[in-house]
């Protein structure tokens, strides 16, 4: 659901053989690392009233959130394999979570209908990530907040020079994942004020695909 003031919808990427089969397996093993959880565990648990998770595929957050805190939960994310992994951890945890299919260059939400938009490793392997932070201002509550934390740029011009040649074969392995894109300025480029932002290579990583940044941003 798309204003008309926001860049033209993209159509979904066809998914083939491989990133309908293997790449949940990879994105279910890369993303539940303890040093990966270690940082979700950080993030996850700050979010408040109506949530979206934005890529919950594999459900590897739920475990995380503060149900004292979180009003309801909902999801969205494009892969049927990953969709299944997430009903697969709703019965684990028991935790409940309204799940949709769909892109996040269009989501099937209503304007301000979050007051928390989560999304953890996510805007790396997006087709357009400008027009998914455009709706994820548009669903977003004007008081409302997002809770951020990825992997992408590495500042050092050695590690940058790796990931610049690692990403095209990456890409393909990993489900369009990049590992040249901004992170924090990429939401100050869509016109979010960034409220925190922590940043560092994550121990017992490989360095180009170790960087990260988590933080908060808000409208």
Request: proline share 9%; aromatic share 8%; glycine share 10%.
């Amino acid at each position: 659901m798309s204003s008309n003031n926001l860049p033209p919808i993209s159509e979904p990427r066809p998914m083939g053989w491989w990133e309908r089969n293997m790449v949940p397996r990879l994105i279910g093993c890369c993303c539940a690392q303890p040093q990966v959880m270690k940082a979700r565990s950080l993030v996850v648990p700050q979010a408040l009233g109506d949530v979206l998770e934005l890529g919950c595929g594999g459900g590897i957050n739920l475990g995380f959130y503060d149900m004292n805190r979180s009003k309801s939960l909902t999801g969205l994310d494009p892969s049927p394999g990953l969709l299944d992994q997430t009903r697969d951890q709703i019965e684990a945890t028991g935790r409940k979570i309204d799940i949709h299919a769909g892109i996040g260059e269009d989501m099937p939400f209503a304007d301000a209908q979050f007051d928390t938009i989560l999304v953890t490793f996510t805007l790396c392997s997006v087709d357009n990530p400008a027009q998914v932070l455009a709706e994820m201002k548009r669903v977003l509550r004007p008081d409302g907040r997002i809770l951020f934390l990825e992997h992408g740029a590495a500042p050092s011009p050695g590690v940058a020079r790796w990931q610049r040649w690692i990403e095209p074969l990456w890409k393909r392995i990993g489900g369009n994942c990049h590992l040249t894109r901004p992170i924090t300025g990429a939401y100050e480029a869509a016109g979010f004020k960034i409220i925190q932002s922590v940043k560092g290579y994550m121990p017992k990583t490989p360095k180009p695909f170790g960087w990260i940044e988590w933080g908060e941003a808000r409208i």
